[in-house]
């Protein structure tokens, strides 16, 4: 691993009210980036969904990287649980660096000690401190607003997004109904669902704990 090397992290999803909540994690070193910024990498936020899918293949093909994805029917279950937004994402970020520090730690990689860890704020900067701590993780975490200014974490946001997207048109075609992205201009959706398989239905495609849902509902009722 050459010293250069680093893993950058972000997530999607968290303020959609439909579909997964994705994190994904990115290894590049030096020459990986500069390959990323000739490709044109950068926030997934800047990007349209088209290009955000091109370059999160590119970005696979080339980066050890890791990706998980959390589905609404256990996104409910975690957040009912953790009952912090905050550190169910700090648990994800920490999932998806510990799955790629055995990748980067395997034997065959010839890669191994500390690195370092840039990801975007959010919360308490302890919360992701801690998570890693739990999994006996020594990495040099760097926590920063707009961290996505970065390219290795412009990376994983483009990976993240990439995955939400694919998780959303599947979650579509499983309930049948074109579900949207955002949290605005998602009530008739939201109500389309309730009306097809109730609130079981819409625990498995709907992040329940968004105060969409009491619209959603209250909608249902006057109908």
């Known amino acids: 691993m050459t010293k250069s090397g680093r893993i950058g992290t972000d997530e999607a999803g968290k303020g959609d009210y439909f579909g997964p909540l994705v994190v994904a994690a990115v290894w590049a070193d030096e020459e990986m980036e500069e390959i990323l910024r000739a490709q044109g990498v950068k926030d997934s936020k800047r990007a349209t969904d088209g290009v955000c899918r091109g370059l999160a293949k590119e970005i696979a093909r080339l980066c050890p990287h890791q990706v998980v994805k959390i589905f609404p029917a256990k996104y409910n279950q975690l957040i009912s649980e953790i009952r912090n937004l905050n550190r169910l994402l700090a648990w994800a970020h920490a999932r998806a660096i510990e799955s790629l520090l055995e990748d980067l730690e395997s034997p065959s990689s010839g890669r191994k000690g ?18 890693l701590m ?70 498995q495609v709907a992040k329940v704990h968004f105060k969409t849902t009491k619209q959603v509902l209250a909608k249902a009722k006057e109908s």
């Open 114 to 131: 500390t690195l370092t860890v840039v990801a975007d704020q959010f919360g308490d900067e302890s919360f992701l401190k801690d998570a």
């Open 134 to 203: 739990k999994k006996g993780r020594d990495v040099n975490l760097h926590q920063r607003v707009r961290a996505e200014e970065e390219i290795v974490v412009a990376a994983a946001s483009l990976l993240a997004r990439a995955a939400f997207l694919e998780g959303l048109k599947r979650l579509s075609k499983e309930c049948g109904i074109a579900l949207p992205k955002g949290a605005t201009h998602v009530l008739s959706a939201g109500r389309a669902v309730l009306a097809k398989g109730g609130q079981t239905l819409l625990s």
